[in-house]
């Protein structure tokens, strides 16, 4: 008995189909499970959607800074166009944003930053 074209076709399409299952997993795992998360503070500096073919929602936050300090920026990504839009309609404010860091997200398909927006608050 010796190996047949059909064996080797059979495990050649297992151990890509595992690879792909495997791929996926880690993608799920990777914007499933935070490392961390917590509140930034300032204004909306930049918003827009970017891609060519992953449309990502990406902003700049101009953070408050401590007297006699400059500014920093906080760079993140929103995947929830519900948030988006939140985002949108608080231009010109004083806002917070909820984040959480996502570390070792494989693509930019899911945003350019490690920082996902999950929640907006207005505080003006």
């Not at 189909?17 to 914007?31: D, E, H, K, S, T």
């Not at 503070?41 to 408050?64: D, H, V």
Request: hydrophobic share 45%.
């Amino acid at each position: 008995m010796g190996i047949t074209k059909s064996k080797v076709l059979f495990w050649l399409v297992g151990i890509i189909v595992l690879i792909i299952a495997a791929f996926a997993g880690y993608v799920w795992v990777a914007l499933h499970w935070s490392y961390s998360s917590g509140e930034r503070a300032g204004y909306i500096q930049k918003f827009s959607q970017k891609g060519w073919l992953c449309k990502t929602w990406e902003g700049e936050l101009a953070m408050i800074p401590v007297p006699g300090s400059l500014p920093e920026k906080f760079l993140f990504s929103v995947r929830n166009d519900a948030v988006a839009r939140t985002l949108n309609a608080s231009l010109g404010k004083k806002i917070t944003v909820h984040y959480e860091q996502h570390k070792g997200v494989p693509t930019s398909c899911f945003g350019e930053t490690e920082y996902y927006v999950t929640n907006v608050k207005v505080l003006e």
